[in-house]
């Protein structure tokens, strides 16, 4: 089978991994046999090292640049150890947050600059980019009083609501960039209804 590398973005709080379980079983009935599915930062033993001093909330000095660097040295180790290997054997892979995370919440909501982001990534990605990418979209505010209900706040996640609003306004103006790769779906519809549009995306990647 042909590999095919699907990732989900959006807000912090934006109902990815519900959507991420119900995407595997749809891909198992099409005869995937092996799902990878994957988050970032993380994803290996050393990107969740990684992980764990990106979101450490005691690291409020962090610069962003440092901040940047740190979400690309993840996505490197992800890459080369698990994403790249799974393509290259015909699996399917689905990733909790890929390269445009870093662009929108470091190239825009920081302000580092989109081209930035990408250019520090392009080391890390080695080429790989997904076939298809589902942005949820969701109001900044949504997203975030619903991760308060779910545990304590990371580093990113304490963030000024300015910021999240500019991370969930950053996803629309990428998804207007790259209309061909990145869809759109309303987050705030049902999880059935947003699951259905999500296969209907999926359908036609496969399809092509
Ligand atoms: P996570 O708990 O995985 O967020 P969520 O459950 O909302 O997906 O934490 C990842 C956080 O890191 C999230 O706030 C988004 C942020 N992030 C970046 O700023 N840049 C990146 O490149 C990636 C992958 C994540």
Excluded at 179 to 201: C, F, G, L, Q, W
């Amino acid at each position: 089978m042909q590999g095919i590398f699907i990732s989900m973005e959006g807000p912090d709080g934006s109902g990815k991994s519900t959507q991420i379980e119900l995407l595997k079983s749809y891909l198992e009935a099409k005869g995937y046999d092996e799902i990878i599915i994957t988050r970032e930062p993380g994803g290996t033993v050393i990107s969740e090292a990684i992980r764990e001093i990106i979101l450490n909330k005691d690291y409020v000095e962090m610069g962003y640049m440092t901040e940047a660097l740190l979400y690309a040295s993840a996505r490197a180790q992800l890459v080369s150890q698990v994403i790249k290997p799974a393509l290259e054997a015909g699996k399917a892979v689905i990733s909790d947050r890929f390269v445009d995370s870093s662009a929108v919440y470091q190239g825009m909501a920081r302000g580092l600059g989109v081209e930035t982001a990408y250019q520090i990534n392009s080391y890390a990605i080695q080429g790989v980019m997904p076939d298809l990418t589902i942005h949820m979209d969701l109001p900044a505010k949504v997203g975030i009083s619903r991760k308060k209900k779910q545990a304590e706040l990371d580093r990113m996640e304490l963030e000024t609501l300015e910021f999240h609003e500019r991370v969930a306004q950053g996803y629309r103006d990428l998804a207007t960039l790259n209309p061909d790769r990145i869809k759109s779906i309303d987050a705030t519809m049902t999880i059935e209804d947003i699951h259905n549009k999500i296969v209907k995306y999926v359908e036609a990647v496969l399809n092509r």
